[in-house]
């Protein structure tokens, strides 16, 4: 099951750890990160995704050419998950971004809460995640308690 409202879909985020994906996510984060913060020494060895992230968030989203109106729509919205913290976010929210960033694009195309849903459920190898909802607790049923002869015979009577 995935967290689910009935107006905007499951939530989705991306899998940072990447190890069922077989990917560095280190290295596929650090990638989108702009000229100016990107090098070589902290793309990889001992840095974590997250920081990545948070760099991306706090400044490189805001970059001209971090999400260009020609850019790949898988790529967008790999992009604009990292843009957004990679917090959990829904088709709806990432296809409203996408059109607040390309309002005056002169690439028009389809990118529909339910273009953008189809992207999100099949980019695995981007590590992109439904939010798993955590799962109810499973209802306690009462004891069943046998009565007794007297209290059938008492219940028969009455």
């Given at each position: 099951?995935?967290?689910?409202?009935?107006?905007?879909?499951?939530?989705?985020y991306i899998d940072l750890d990447g190890a069922?994906?077989?990917?560095?996510?280190?290295?596929?984060?650090?990638?989108?990160?702009?000229?100016?913060?990107?090098?070589?020494?902290?793309?990889?060895?001992?840095?974590?995704?997250?920081?990545?992230?948070?760099?991306?968030?706090?400044?490189?989203a805001d970059t001209a050419d971090y999400l260009?109106?020609?850019?790949?729509?898988?790529?967008?919205?790999?992009?604009?998950?990292?843009?957004?913290?990679?917090?959990?976010?829904?088709?709806?929210?990432?296809?409203?971004?996408?059109?607040?960033?390309?309002?005056?694009?002169?690439?028009?195309?389809?990118?529909?809460?339910?273009?953008?849903?189809?992207?999100?459920?099949?980019?695995?190898?981007?590590?992109?995640?439904?939010?798993?909802?955590?799962?109810?607790?499973?209802?306690?049923?009462?004891?069943?308690?046998?009565?007794?002869?007297?209290?059938?015979?008492?219940?028969?009577?009455?």
């Open positions: 099951m995935v967290e689910e409202s009935a107006a905007t879909g499951p939530s989705y069922e994906h077989g990917r560095s996510m280190v290295a596929v984060v650090a990638a989108r990160k702009c000229y100016e913060h990107r090098s070589v020494a902290d793309s990889t060895g001992d840095s974590k995704p997250s920081e990545h992230v948070k760099e991306i968030a706090g400044h490189c260009l109106p020609d850019t790949p729509l898988k790529e967008a919205v790999f992009r604009m998950l990292l843009a957004g913290g990679n917090k959990k976010t829904t088709a709806e929210e990432v296809s409203q971004g996408l059109e607040a960033r390309w309002a005056m694009s002169s690439y028009p195309r389809n990118i529909s809460p339910d273009v953008v849903a189809k992207l999100l459920a099949n980019s695995d190898s981007y590590g992109i995640v439904a939010d798993e909802e955590p799962k109810p607790p499973a209802e306690i049923e009462p004891p069943v308690v046998e009565a007794s002869d007297d209290e059938e015979a008492d219940a028969i009577a009455e």
